[in-house]
């Protein structure tokens, strides 16, 4: 019985989490006019190897859990899923993305089907996104009409914005995950990024700007690295979030990743 009511417990939080992202999304593009798209997710687990007891099988999204079966006659453990030409590889050191890279480097969290051009703001094309994919992670499409970001690893942006707080520097919503954070900005120009850049003796490789072209994961989305969530949230019922320019906050965003050690040098996802 208390097995049952666990369950039952998991599948209600389940399908609040889906809502959420999806009525996310709706915000996100409808409300404030942010094309965003479905990510391509993370593969999906579909039991436990009962040979060796080692962790779950997973399987690409679709597939029905069609690998699950020949891994539990083989007897061999270990987190797998279908590879390009039928091959597979093991998830046992992490979450497995659901595309068909093998080494892919950002697991569940870049477009794929539907590729980047494809995001909108048109609600119905959301909603219909969503109830075929009610787990896709929630991707923003950066720059253009829509906000751009700065991201760094996540203890270089808590000193950044312990920074910028002591400057009474204003901010917009900042995004984080376990590994980086992501400071929204106002949508920029690459060669008005360039000649800011050009200015700075130097600047981290840890930095990573999302502008035109590029895309960042919105919250309350999950990916390989974890869960999305707001470091600082929009304002409740604005209109639209408010940004600041990136000269207002890249001075001490150089500065931080520079001060933290691994926040420099190091490009970590």
């Known amino acids: 019985m208390r097995e049952i009511l666990g369950r039952r417990r998991r599948l209600r939080f389940r399908r609040k989490?889906?809502?959420?992202?999806?009525?996310?999304?709706?915000?996100?593009?409808?409300?404030?006019?942010?094309?965003?798209?479905?990510g391509v997710g993370l593969a999906e687990p579909v039991g436990t190897a009962k040979t060796s007891g080692?962790?779950?099988?997973?399987?690409?999204?679709?597939?029905?859990?069609?690998?699950?079966?020949?891994?539990?006659?083989?007897?061999?453990?270990?987190?797998?899923?279908?590879?390009?030409?039928?091959?597979?590889?093991?998830?046992?050191?992490?979450p497995v993305c659901a595309c068909p890279d093998p080494g892919c480097v950002v697991p569940g969290a870049h477009p794929f089907d539907p590729g980047l051009l494809a995001?909108?703001?048109?609600?119905?094309?959301?909603?219909?996104?969503?109830?075929?994919?009610?787990?896709?992670?929630?991707?923003?499409?950066?720059g253009g009409r829509a906000p751009?970001?700065?991201?760094?690893?996540?203890?270089?942006?808590?000193?950044?914005?312990?920074?910028?707080?002591?400057m009474g520097m204003r901010l917009g919503p900042v995004v984080a995950t376990p590994t980086r954070w992501s400071i929204l900005v106002a949508p920029y120009g690459l060669e008005r990024l360039g000649e800011l850049l050009y200015a700075k003796d130097s600047v981290p490789s840890s930095l990573r700007f999302h502008g035109e072209g590029g895309y960042l994961l919105l919250p309350p989305s999950t990916a390989g690295t974890g869960q999305v969530r707001w470091e600082r949230a929009p304002l409740a019922g604005s209109?639209?979030?408010?940004?600041?320019?990136?000269?207002?906050?890249?001075?001490?965003?150089?500065?931080?990743?520079?001060?933290?050690?691994?926040?420099?040098?190091r490009l970590a996802y």
């Open 54 to 94: 080692r962790g779950g099988l997973w399987t690409k999204p679709g597939t029905g859990g069609a690998d699950r079966s020949g891994a539990e006659r083989s007897g061999q453990g270990g987190a797998e899923r279908p590879g390009p030409g039928g091959a597979t590889r093991t998830g046992d050191d992490g």
């Open 17 to 38: 989490a889906r809502t959420a992202r999806q009525e996310a999304a709706v915000t996100f593009a409808v409300e404030w006019d942010w094309p965003v798209l479905p």
């Open 119 to 142: 995001a909108t703001t048109d609600e119905r094309m959301i909603r219909w996104w969503w109830t075929r994919r009610p787990d896709a992670p929630v991707l923003l499409a950066t």
């Open 239 to 265: 209109a639209r979030p408010w940004l600041p320019d990136v000269e207002a906050v890249i001075d001490a965003l150089v500065a931080a990743s520079t001060a933290t050690p691994g926040g420099g040098s």
């Open 148 to 166: 751009c970001a700065v991201s760094l690893p996540a203890l270089a942006g808590a000193r950044a914005l312990r920074d910028l707080d002591a």
